[in-house]
């Protein structure tokens, strides 16, 4: 079992990529949706939860001990019965329960579970325990210009991540899969078509319902979550895609496509967060 770690340097839609993984991922594995996301959760919202039980109600559990087999009792649960631990609303609430959980989060890879994180936007200098300990990191970004460039910088800072990350480019955009692979020097692993409909209906129907399980998203979202589900103890992740060539400089390259006028195409549509 393992913890993957989904981030994003720019709002694109990390909750709704963690959600449409967690509705899809192999159905021979447990798995567990957390909300870890500092400035507040949306699914107990979107979903119509109640507040609690939720991230906040383990804070407060975790006053007594630290053993991770709590957060089970601290989960809601998808249509299709996935375990969700849900983010307050409210981000200094988030802080402060993710504050208090600092001896807990670190310990989610010892559960009997796949443990899908959202660790929404990335940004500040503070490090992320549950980024930085990941079995597999899953950055999100649109494949435009000022959203590649910020992650080319948030790379270049050497986040101290345990393995290499992979990208999931999120909607259309002017730059090709390989091209952005080639300019950041990461795997980008899918590619996410931005389906807002699906998004909504994710919460509340199951992935394999008739309405839902021919939809671009959720196709998408399955195939890359068989990926990411395989055993890393038997294959490396993707086992058999070509790596790209590190690059020498993410900036340097970022920067010729900022100079370069084709590079400031506008073709395609920029997916806006909805859920974070």
Request: aromatic share 2%; hydrophobic share 45%.
């Amino acid at each position: 079992m393992s913890v993957v770690a989904l981030g994003a340097v720019r709002s694109c839609g990390v909750t709704t990529l963690t959600l449409a993984l967690a509705a899809t991922w192999p159905s021979s594995r447990r798995v567990l949706l957390a909300e870890l996301d500092p400035a507040g959760g949306t699914l107990a919202a979107t979903s119509g939860w109640p507040p609690e039980p939720g991230l906040v109600s383990l804070a407060a559990a975790a006053r007594r001990g630290s053993d991770p087999e709590l957060v089970w009792e601290h989960c809601q649960e998808l249509a299709d019965g996935t375990a969700v631990l849900a983010g307050p609303g409210s981000a200094d609430q988030a802080r402060s329960a993710l504050g208090m959980l600092t001896g807990l989060l670190p310990r989610l890879g010892e559960l009997a579970a796949d443990v899908l994180v959202d660790c929404g936007r990335l940004a500040g200098a503070s490090p992320n325990p549950v980024l930085s300990g990941a079995d597999q990191v899953v950055l999100a970004a649109r494949p435009r210009l000022a959203d590649l460039h910020a992650l080319a910088s948030f790379l270049e800072t050497d986040p101290g991540l345990r393995q290499d990350p992979c990208l999931v480019l999120v909607g259309d955009g002017p730059y090709r899969d390989q091209e952005v692979a080639e300019a950041l020097g990461v795997e980008v692993a899918a590619r996410l078509p931005w389906d807002p409909d699906a998004v909504a209906s994710l919460v509340s129907v199951r992935a394999s319902a008739r309405e839902l399980r021919v939809a671009s998203l959720v196709r998408a979202a399955r195939t890359l979550a068989e990926h990411l589900s395989v055993d890393q103890s038997k294959t490396d992740m993707l086992e058999g895609a070509e790596t790209p060539p590190a690059a020498p400089s993410r900036l340097r390259v970022m920067r010729a496509w900022r100079a370069d006028p084709a590079a400031r195409s506008t073709n395609g549509s920029a997916p806006e967060e909805v859920s974070r």
